[in-house]
């Protein structure tokens, strides 16, 4: 299910239940009827649910961020909801958006982060909501109906819930390189074990270590404190661990389902995951045993290739480890290109053949250079973090 512009009415069409047979169109008229078309039923089924705070941090998020916002206004939650837009100085015309919106429904609020950093972000918008429950939405995503209904509801389920959260699944421009992205980062063999991510999680809800955009009670920050601020990145998965160490669990709920748009350039893909691998170190260092196994395989993948190919060029006899190394790799990367294009059939998914080496190798050499900056003490730990770039936003 897609979010489908349409320009010539200036409105989103949202495919709804199948087996109802409609479709919901968002339209920035419609905004100001969200909270007056209440029915008699519906009062008094929201004053039995929690009123919900969704967080959006975000910076120069023109193109999606009116998409993202709607989504939320037009999830079909019957309690009260807020959205929260955490701008870190947009400059592109995303404030100017940000504030139409508001004006047509007083339940979108805007508030600064001139620090321009992602946890900073959250924990602006987690002070400044009146939610009973608070849902982290990237500026990059929209939401599939049904989606704060069906996280939220988990979180008072039990006393041990700490997090819930659904299925984050990429979606990109048919045809495209985006489209080819966003496969690789749906398959296991690109993602290793995120359980959100994969395309093959099945149907059960299940505790997991983490999720992407996940709804947590608003107690939980009282309880755990809140996002660490040092993290530029991988502050979520941080604060996730922080959570289950405490002894609360973290549930993933697969009917509820929340979409990305992933990069759309090579080179942007790269910088991406180059950074995302430059963190996970700096944060492993900062808060030690915070991060799963799966965040450092591409580190070890890179780590190999080149321990192997300066041996082969030293000894004749390791040009066998080198070349077992870099075969056994291309093999299982030809494997898994074979079965997406067998499934989506169509040819021009042999092109993940090469996105998935682009990613892994990226991300690989992001990890080395963080594990060299902290060999170096090239950061001082104690002091601000550098300046990140706009993408380094969620989403």
């Not at 919901?24 to 008229?29: A, F, I, N, V």
């Not at 993290?231 to 289950?244: A, G, K, P, V, Y």
């Not at 074979?338 to 050499?365: A, C, M």
Request: a neutral charge; proline letters at 5%.
């Amino acid at each position: 299910m897609m979010l489908r512009r349409d320009d010539r009415h200036n409105r989103y069409d949202v495919p709804g239940n199948e087996m109802e047979g409609e479709n919901l169109h968002l339209t920035r008229e419609s905004v100001q009827r969200v909270s007056g078309c209440a029915t008699p039923a519906t009062v008094r089924a929201a004053s039995l649910l929690p009123r919900v705070s969704v967080v959006i941090p975000c910076r120069n998020e023109r193109d999606h961020i009116e998409k993202c916002i709607l989504s939320v206004l037009h999830n079909g939650y019957q309690g009260e909801v807020e959205v929260l837009v955490i701008d870190g100085m947009s400059d592109d015309g995303t404030r100017t958006r940000v504030e139409e919106l508001r004006q047509l429904n007083p339940n979108v609020k805007m508030f600064d982060n001139p620090s321009r950093t992602t946890p900073q972000a959250l924990n602006i918008g987690i002070r400044h909501a009146s939610g009973e429950a608070i849902v982290i939405v990237g500026a990059h995503c929209f939401l599939e109906p049904g989606y704060i209904e069906k996280t939220t509801r988990w979180l008072f389920s039990a006393a041990n819930i700490g997090c819930s959260g659904g299925r984050t699944i990429a979606i990109g421009e048919p045809g495209t390189l985006q489209e080819l992205i966003s496969k690789v980062i749906a398959s296991p063999f690109g993602v290793g074990n995120a359980t959100y991510r994969l395309a093959t999680i099945g149907n059960d809800v299940i505790e997991v270590d983490t999720v992407a955009y996940g709804a947590y009670p608003r107690w939980i920050f009282t309880q755990v404190g809140e996002f660490d601020e040092r993290l530029i990145r991988d502050q979520d998965m941080e604060f996730n661990s922080r959570l289950r160490k405490a002894g609360y669990k973290i549930i993933l709920d697969p009917s509820a389902v929340i979409y990305y748009s992933p990069r759309r350039s090579l080179a942007a893909f790269w910088r991406q995951n180059f950074g995302n691998g430059l963190w996970n170190i700096l944060t492993w260092h900062l808060v030690p045993g915070s991060l799963s196994w799966r965040h450092f395989v591409p580190l070890l993948f890179v780590t190999a290739l080149i321990t192997s190919g300066l041996l082969a060029m030293l000894v004749e006899q390791a040009e066998v480890l080198f070349f077992t190394a870099v075969g056994s790799y291309f093999f299982v990367d030809a494997l898994e290109t074979i079965r997406i294009t067998t499934r989506e059939k169509q040819l021009r998914f042999l092109g993940l053949f090469l996105v998935f080496p682009l990613l892994h190798i990226s991300y690989g050499f992001g990890s080395l250079t963080g594990v060299f900056a902290v060999a170096r003490n090239l950061l001082s730990w104690s002091s601000k973090p550098p300046r990140p770039r706009h993408n380094d936003y969620p989403g």
